[in-house]
């Protein structure tokens, strides 16, 4: 990885300073702009390639799995809004679903926010009716991590938002444009209340320092009510072109993401479901001061959708995604993350003293697992053993719920510089998961070789040992 080097401290200012993570969204670019009259703005990036977006702004690199590198770039921040998500590469390889990583990070930015006395976190939330999807028991957890630390959260809960850059507006374009006839399922006829991009600019500037915000949870949506029917009537009518627009009820979900994806094969799945949660069982939201805040003065749907249309026939082009997406790629390192279910009155110190000896266990013809006096591991070819991995123990690092090992040598691991690769566990949500997570790992063997050989072998052995916590959390046999 480059080295970002030393940061310059800046000058002192008499305005509160207000840090903000995941301005790479359309969203996240209109709140610099927000926020940028009132506040002091560190933007902070994982981008090697990023610029600030005005001149006056402190632009921070740092790598948000990382809690020291955080901790640091938050230090004399009064005001942190988190809009972070895991959807573009962290690595070359990611063996980690992007729930996880978002939680692992979230964790990260509420410890290194609580270790520097940021005042208040802000993040945004969706606005979905059931409990159980996906989307909202995502989001509860992340919400849950954030305030876990003691920093208070302000939540904002929104819908759909609607804005120059936006991806509804790319993909209601992209629908109208490549298909004469478009087929919709029952859920495109259910209404929901889309929020324009200058209404949410309105909530977060509401919120920001103030006081009796700090722990609410707030739903911010538009005053009219729009199907997604509507939207592509409305987005064929202001592009002059004719589309039939046919009612298909029985239409499976499933049938349209795969429609939505093979237009835009960039969505992320994790968007798409997002979408159609949005529209199928949404929620219409409950009025609060911060709403009535935020839609004070409100542009019409039409109009929103109107601007949103002529940014996307001029291109939002993102130069510096396809720089990093090199970088990444020259670098060849890997990231894995795996959630464990913990059994009742269990800890990280626990997963971590138990794994390698069920690894050895596992793989006993091919391997063994040595522990040293200082607590360090060593995995061991057999027979011979000529070692593979050698994982040195950091106490310095670890604690109860926390367990911290480099990855310092072995023929199956390069040391390059730069970040040193770690395995971690990590206990979350109030103990009822571990994250088992690698960072940074430089493969020895050739890329393509080690993709189709040891990161096969990795997944395997990870969801191997998932089953494992899973019996151990039932009460089933310990292997």
């Known amino acids: 990885m480059v080295s970002f080097g030393p ?38 990036t994982r981008s090697m390639a990023r610029k600030a977006p005005r001149e006056q702004d402190e632009l921070r690199p740092c790598d ?56 208040q976190i ?12 996906p989307t909202a028991r995502d989001a509860q957890e992340l919400d849950e991590v954030l305030a ?39 859920l495109a006829e259910n209404a929901t209340r889309p929020l324009n991009l200058g209404s949410l600019m309105a909530a977060f500037q509401h919120c920001v320092g103030n006081a009796e915000t700090f722990g609410g949870t707030f739903d ?43 237009l835009n094969p960039t969505l992320h799945p994790v968007f798409v479901a997002y979408l159609l949660e949005l529209f199928s069982a949404g929620r219409q939201g409950e009025d609060n001061p911060v709403q009535r805040a935020a839609t004070l003065d409100w542009t019409p749907f039409r109009e929103t959708l109107a ?26 390192r890997v990231r894995s993350i795996q959630r464990l279910r913990l059994p009742e009155g269990k800890n990280a110190e626990w997963v971590a003293d138990r794994y390698f000896p069920w690894l050895g266990r596992l793989m006993k013809a091919f391997v063994t697992t040595e522990r040293q006096a200082d607590g360090s591991w060593t995995v061991r070819q057999k027979p011979g053993g000529f070692p593979l991995l050698h ?34 566990f990590r206990d979350l949500l109030n103990g009822r998961f571990t994250l088992m997570a690698i960072h940074d790992f430089n493969p020895a063997l050739p890329w393509y070789f080690y993709r189709f050989t040891q990161a096969v072998i990795h997944g395997l052995v990870m969801k191997g040992f998932q089953g494992y916590m899973e019996q151990s959390t039932e009460g089933g046999p310990m292997l």
């Open 7 to 44: 940061v310059p401290t800046p000058a002192a200012s008499p305005r509160p300073r207000i840090a903000l993570a995941g301005t790479s969204s359309f969203i996240g670019a209109a709140l610099c702009e927000a926020l940028g009259s009132q506040f002091d703005l560190r933007i902070l």
């Open 220 to 262: 911010i949506f538009g005053p009219e009510p729009v199907t997604l029917r509507k939207m592509l009537e409305d987005t064929a009518a202001l592009m002059g072109r004719r589309t039939r627009f046919v009612a298909w009820p029985d239409m499976p979900e499933g049938l349209f993401a795969a429609l939505l994806r093979s």
């Open 122 to 133: 802000l993040c945004r939330a969706p606005l979905v009716a059931s409990p159980d999807r």
């Open 148 to 186: 876990s630390r003691g920093v208070p959260l302000t939540v904002l809960h929104t819908g759909l938002v609607v804005g120059p850059g936006g991806e509804l507006s790319r993909l209601l374009v992209r629908m109208v444009q490549r298909l004469p006839v478009i087929s919709l399922p029952r």
């Open 391 to 424: 994982l040195a123990f950091k106490p310095t690092h670890s604690s109860p719920n926390r367990r911290m090992y480099f990855i310092t040598g072995g023929a199956l691991a390069r040391t390059l510089g730069g970040r040193t690769a770690r395995l971690e």
């Open 307 to 332: 601007q949103s249309l002529q940014a996307v026939s001029k291109g939002v082009p993102r130069p510096e995604r396809v720089q990093d997406d090199e970088a990444i790629r020259q670098m060849g």
């Open 64 to 119: 948000h799995f990382s809690r020291l590198e955080l901790a640091s770039a938050l230090e004399g921040v009064d005001y942190a809004v988190y809009l972070v998500n895991n959807r573009d590469p962290s690595a070359r390889l990611d063996q980690a679903q992007s729930r996880d990583m978002d939680l692992l990070v979230a964790d990260n930015f509420a410890w290194a926010a609580a270790r520097t006395g940021v005042k």
